[in-house]
């Protein structure tokens, strides 16, 4: 099986990236090509849909991390939505992604990103 990448429209400083098949030694080329020009911008997050994926190896957490380590010097997220419990328990066992950036589901994700860019509004409000 091969893997199938879907990248939405931007927006806000946010992308999302849906990510069906296998993420493994012979696709993780394939995810890394299509993220490559998204992480030379300033996103605040990377969101990356996981509904339909049904087998990650560690070369596909390598992807991720390596999409995170790009993001991070500006304070940009990776946010993975949408996990199959079998990549939940991957995830898991090698802690690759932090839990409070794993989303059960894309409106859970997005009510994240709006209460962190409230707190970034609120914020620049008590400066002035």
């Given at each position: 099986?091969?893997?199938?990448?879907e990248?939405?429209?931007?927006?806000?400083?946010?992308?999302?990236?849906?990510v069906?098949?296998?993420?493994?030694?012979?696709?993780?080329?394939?995810?890394?090509?299509?993220?490559?020009?998204?992480?030379?911008?300033?996103?605040?997050?990377?969101?990356?849909?996981?509904?339909?994926?049904?087998?990650?190896?560690?070369?596909?957490i390598?992807?991720?991390f390596?999409?995170?380590?790009?993001?991070s010097?500006?304070g940009?997220k990776?946010?993975?939505?949408?996990?199959?419990p079998?990549?939940?328990?991957?995830l898991?066992?090698?802690?690759?992604?932090?839990?409070?950036?794993?989303?059960?589901?894309t409106?859970?994700?997005?009510?994240?990103?709006d209460l962190?860019?409230r707190?970034?509004l609120?914020a620049a409000?008590?400066?002035?």
């Amino acid at each position: 099986m091969s893997l199938d990448i879907e990248l939405h429209a931007p927006g806000r400083g946010s992308q999302r990236v849906v990510v069906r098949g296998r993420l493994d030694t012979h696709t993780y080329e394939d995810l890394d090509e299509a993220l490559a020009p998204l992480l030379t911008r300033q996103l605040h997050s990377l969101v990356l849909d996981l509904s339909g994926l049904d087998y990650i190896s560690s070369a596909g957490i390598r992807s991720i991390f390596k999409a995170r380590k790009a993001l991070s010097p500006h304070g940009g997220k990776v946010l993975l939505v949408n996990p199959q419990p079998q990549i939940q328990k991957v995830l898991d066992m090698v802690k690759a992604v932090p839990l409070n950036e794993i989303f059960s589901s894309t409106a859970e994700a997005d009510a994240y990103l709006d209460l962190m860019q409230r707190k970034v509004l609120d914020a620049a409000e008590d400066d002035d």
